[in-house]
């Protein structure tokens, strides 16, 4: 069996003149979860994670992460999809509510 991992998101960034504002962030794949979160807590610091809208710096983001399992049976590839929300960066309370509710209307 083999397993991947995709995310998609939105971070969340200081504008440069002045406020805070959510875009959609860079997707990453990865052999791993942990390789996943850590390529994205270091595009996160480093700013890379924002997908072009140009912050000032980043706060923090909320990913969903696709667990991809691929089994082979008989010739044929099955998939199975699972997802997981997970909030990077420091986000206080009231900017982790703001992320989910963008998630919330992706759905």
Avoid: C
């Avoid at 991992?5 to 440069?16: A, D, E, I, P, Q």
């Avoid at 890379?48 to 969903?64: F, N, P, R, T």
């Avoid at 997802?83 to 986000?91: A, H, K, N, R, S």
Wanted: charged share 30%.
């Amino acid at each position: 069996m083999k397993t991947k991992f995709h995310s998609k998101g939105f971070v969340l960034g200081n504008y440069w003149g002045g406020g805070k504002g959510s875009y959609p962030a860079r997707r990453i794949n990865a052999d791993t979860k942990e390789e996943l979160l850590e390529t994205a807590n270091a595009m996160l610091k480093s700013g890379a994670l924002d997908s072009g809208m140009g912050y000032k710096s980043l706060i923090g983001a909320v990913l969903i992460i696709t667990k991809q399992s691929i089994r082979e049976y008989e010739g044929k590839e099955y998939r199975n999809y699972e997802d997981e929300t997970v909030f990077i960066g420091d986000l206080t309370d009231k900017e982790t509510e703001f992320l989910s509710d963008i998630v919330e209307q992706m759905i």
